[in-house]
C-alpha cells in the first residue's frame, strides 16, 4: 500500500439535519406570527475523520439511522457537509440505491440509456456496453417492457447491470443485495469482487456481516453519527455484534 | 463463464483530489447535452405515450386559448378593425405568452418533480429545469408550422431580418424562463406552494404583455396620459418585447403598417436579452448557493 494516494479523505465532517414540519410559505407566515421555532436540529454524523486509500474495500457498518447512508452521499457529493470537508480522488458511481435513476414509464432499453447517461457514460459508451448490460441483467425478454410492469428483482437487476458496467475509479455500494435472488446475488458478488481485483476503490454499506467480510479488507463502525471503530473487517463486525450484545 | 476482465486501474495522478459535488452549474449542463437530451425525450415520451393524439394535446392548449381570444377580442370586442391580420398578431403574443409560462411552471416543479434522482446521484441539477424549458420550446414548432400557414394566407411573405428578430425574441424569452425556472424551482424546494405564486405570475405576465391588446392602447389610454414613464415602462417588459420581435418576423411586414410596433425595436430587443441574462445570472447564483442542500430538503 505504501506510495498509494487516499481515494477520499474525510475530514472532520459534521451533517446535521433540520427536521422541519412545516414546507409551505403559509406555514411559514403562520409560525412567525405565532413565533414559534420551525425547526429541531439533529446531527446525523458528528466529527468524522477517516481516509480511504485507492484500491482498498471498506466495510460501513453500524445500526439503523447511524449515518452510513449519509456519509455515503457525502462521499458521492450528494450531500455536502456542514462542518470539516471530503475530498476524492477519480470519478465516482453510486450504487446509492440501485435503479434511482430507472424511469417507471420507460421501457427497460429506454432506461439502460438514460440510466448510463445519469450515471455518466456517453452515448457511444452506452451502446458498447448495451449488449453486455443486458445480458448480465438477463432481463432479455423483457427488454421492451416498461419498467413498471418489472418485479422489485428484475428492477434491482437493471440497475446494478447498468451501474456496474460504468467505469469509474470509485464505487459507494449501499445495501443493494435486498430483493436479489441466490443466483444473482452470486453473481453480483462475483462482479464486485472483480472491481476490488481491478483495482477499484470500493466503500459497502451493508447489515450482513457475511458480505462485509468476504468483501471489504477494513471495517468502520458508526453508532448514533460516531466513528467508533477503524480496523480490519473482522473485528469490525466481531465490535458491532458486541456492543449490540451489551445494549440488550 | 462470460464475465469480462476488467482492465486494472492505474492509481490516479496524486494532484487530483477534488471537492465531490463542486459543479459548474449551467455549463456542466451543457458539458452533459447527451443526458440533457434524454431527459427531454423521456419528459415528451413519458406524457404523450399512450394518448392517440399526441403531440395534438399540447396544441389544443393554445389553439382554444386562440378561438376563444379570437371569438371574445376580435370580434365581440371588435379587436379585429383596431388590429390588423389579427388572426397571427394573437397567434404569435399567444405562442410566446404560453411558451413562458409552461416553462415557467415546468421549471418550478422541475426539482421536486425529480427528487428520487436528486436525492441520489450526483448531476448538474440545473439540467432539470432547463429540460423542462426545452421540453415547452419544443412545443413552439407545431405552432410556428401553423402560424406559418396562416402568415402566408394572410399575404405575408418572408424576410431574413424578420426572422433575425423572430430568433432575438426566442432566445430573449428563454433566457428570462430559465433564470426565472431556476429561481422559483429553488424557492419550490423549501416552500411547496411557490407553485400558486407561479400561477399567479403567469396570469401578470398574460396581461401585462401586449398578447390580445396593442401596445397603443396602453400609450394612448386616457389613465396614463400624464405618466409617460409608465408606459415605458410598460416597454422595458422583456416580453413584451420578444413577443414584438415575433410579430416583426411573421405579421408586421405582411399588414398596412398601421398599427407600429414599439418604436427602437431593435435597441429595446439588446436591452431586454441583456435584462434576461442578467435574470438568468441571478437564478444561476441563487441556485448554486442552495443546490448544495436540496438532497437533504427534499
Ligand atoms: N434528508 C434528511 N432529513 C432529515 N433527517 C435525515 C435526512 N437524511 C437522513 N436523516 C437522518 O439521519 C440519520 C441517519 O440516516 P442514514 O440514512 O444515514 O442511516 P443509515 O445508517 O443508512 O441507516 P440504515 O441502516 O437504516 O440504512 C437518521 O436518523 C435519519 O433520520
Ligand atoms: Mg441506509
Known amino acids: 500500500m505504501a506510495g498509494r494516494a487516499p481515494a477520499v479523505v474525510i475530514d472532520g465532517v459534521s451533517k446535521g439535519f433540520t427536521l422541519r414540519h412545516n414546507r409551505s410559505l403559509k406555514g411559514l407566515a403562520v409560525s412567525a406570527v405565532r413565533g414559534k421555532d420551525l425547526s429541531n436540529n439533529f446531527l446525523a454524523l458528528d466529527d468524522i475523520s477517516a481516509r480511504v486509500e485507492q484500491g482498498e474495500t471498506v466495510g460501513l457498518l453500524g445500526l439503523n439511522g447511524s449515518g452510513k447512508s449519509t456519509l455515503l452521499k457525502l462521499i458521492s457529493g450528494v450531500l455536502r457537509p456542514d462542518t470539516g470537508s471530503v475530498r476524492v480522488r477519480g470519478s465516482i458511481a453510486g450504487l446509492i440505491e440501485v435503479g434511482a435513476g430507472l424511469h417507471p414509464e420507460l421501457t427497460g432499453r429506454e432506461n439502460i440509456f438514460l440510466n448510463g447517461a445519469i450515471l455518466g457514460m456517453g452515448e457511444s459508451e452506452i451502446s458498447r456496453r448495451f449488449d453486455e448490460i443486458v445480458e448480465f441483467s438477463e432481463i432479455e425478454k423483457f427488454l421492451d417492457t416498461e419498467v413498471k410492469f418489472y418485479s422489485s428483482g428484475m428492477h434491482m437487476r437493471l440497475g446494478f447491470s447498468v451501474a456496474v458496467h460504468t467505469d469509474p475509479e470509485i464505487f459507494l455500494i449501499d445495501e443493494i443485495f435486498a430483493v436479489g435472488d441466490r443466483p444473482f446475488k452470486k453473481k453480483c458478488m462475483r462482479r464486485i469482487r472483480e472491481l476490488r481485483d481491478s483495482g477499484r476503490t470500493l466503500v459497502v454499506v451493508s447489515h450482513n456481516a457475511r458480505t462485509i467480510t468476504r468483501l471489504c479488507s477494513r471495517g468502520l463502525v458508526l453508532h448514533e453519527g460516531r466513528l467508533v471503530y477503524d480496523g480490519p473487517a473482522r473485528t469490525a463486525v466481531k465490535y458491532l455484534d458486541d456492543s449490540e450484545e451489551s445494549e440488550e | ?298
Open chain 2, 1 to 298: 463463464m462470460s464475465a469480462t476482465l476488467l482492465p486494472a486501474k492505474q492509481p490516479v495522478d496524486a494532484s487530483a483530489l477534488t471537492d465531490p459535488g463542486r459543479g459548474q452549474g449551467l455549463v456542466d449542463v451543457f458539458r452533459r447535452r447527451y443526458l440533457l437530451r434524454l431527459l427531454v425525450r423521456k419528459e415528451l415520451r413519458v406524457r404523450y405515450r399512450g394518448s392517440v393524439v399526441g403531440l395534438g394535446w399540447t396544441l389544443l392548449k393554445p389553439l382554444v386559448q386562440f378561438c376563444v381570444y379570437y371569438f371574445v377580442i376580435g370580434l365581440v370586442l371588435n379587436g379585429r378593425e383596431a388590429i390588423p391580420d389579427f388572426p397571427t398578431y394573437l397567434f404569435c403574443g399567444i405562442m410566446f405568452v404560453h411558451f413562458f409560462n409552461e416553462g415557467f411552471g415546468a421549471s418550478t416543479r422541475s426539482i421536486v418533480t425529480n427528487s428520487a434522482l436528486v436525492r441520489k446521484i450526483l448531476l448538474p441539477r440545473e439540467m432539470f429545469p432547463v429540460a423542462s424549458v426545452i421540453v415547452a420550446g419544443v412545443h413552439l414548432i407545431p405552432q410556428t408550422l401553423i402560424l406559418l400557414v396562416g402568415a402566408v394566407l394572410l399575404g405575408w411573405s418572408p424576410d431574413p431580418l424578420g426572422l433575425l428578430a423572430g430568433l432575438l425574441g426566442l432566445l430573449i424569452v428563454g433566457t428570462l424562463v430559465t433564470g426565472a425556472g431556476l429561481l422559483a424551482s429553488t424557492a419550490n424546494v423549501y416552500f411547496r406552494d411557490t407553485r400558486n405564486l407561479v400561477d399567479l405570475m403567469s396570469l401578470i405576465v398574460f396581461w401585462s404583455s401586449p398578447t390580445i391588446y396593442s401596445w397603443t392602447q396602453v400609450r394612448d389610454s386616457a389613465a396614463l396620459q400624464d405618466y409617460p414613464w409608465l408606459v415605458n415602462i410598460y416597454l422595458a417588459n422583456p416580453v413584451t418585447i420578444a413577443i414584438s420581435l415575433l410579430r416583426r418576423a411573421f405579421w408586421y411586414e405582411g399588414t398596412d403598417g398601421s398599427l407600429p410596433l414599439p418604436p427602437d425595436l431593435w435597441l429595446r430587443g439588446g436591452i431586454a436579452l441583456l435584462v434576461a441574462l442578467v435574470v438568468l445570472a441571478i437564478g444561476q447564483l441563487v441556485f448554486r448557493r442552495f443546490e448544495g442542500r436540496f438532497a437533504q430538503e427534499l
